[in-house]
């Protein structure tokens, strides 16, 4: 096995092992997906509560400092010379989801949801 037969055979060798291991992993996810579906409700409200706790353990001064970071960061962007692309980016993206409404139009925007 020399030459670019040898190569081809290994790539297609690749190939089909990735593919097999992609099957098993769609099969497990779709098996993890029904369970998710199953007990989605109970595990938002304890991911909540969770969290709410969590928030609430941390110092109060841990707050500050996280507030403090922030706001000295979108300082910095604004002042930089690419912070007006990114507020743009993010400006037209934003009004990309609206799909085209009138300004007078009371309809919802359209988050990610098929049409």
């Known amino acids: ?21 992609e099957r098993l ?10 369970r998710l579906d199953r007990y ?7 991911a909540g509560l969770i969290g709410g706790f969590a928030l609430t353990a941390a110092p109060v001064t841990l707050w500050f400092r996280a507030g403090g970071i922030l706001t000295s960061g979108a300082a910095r962007l604004v002042r930089s010379k690419a912070g007006p692309v990114f507020v743009g980016a993010l400006c037209a993206d934003l009004l990309s989801r609206f799909r085209g409404a009138a300004p007078n139009d009371t309809r919802q925007p359209n988050f990610g949801a098929d049409p």
């Not at 096995?1 to 291991?21: D, I, P, Q, T, Y």
């Not at 992993?25 to 029904?34: G, H, M, P, V, Y």
Request: no cysteine.
């Open 1 to 21: 096995m020399s030459g670019a037969f040898g190569h081809r055979r290994s790539v297609a060798e690749a190939r089909e092992k990735l593919n097999r291991e």
């Open 25 to 34: 992993l769609d099969s497990s996810r779709a098996e993890l997906q029904k």
């Open 40 to 46: 989605r409700a109970p595990l938002l409200i304890a």
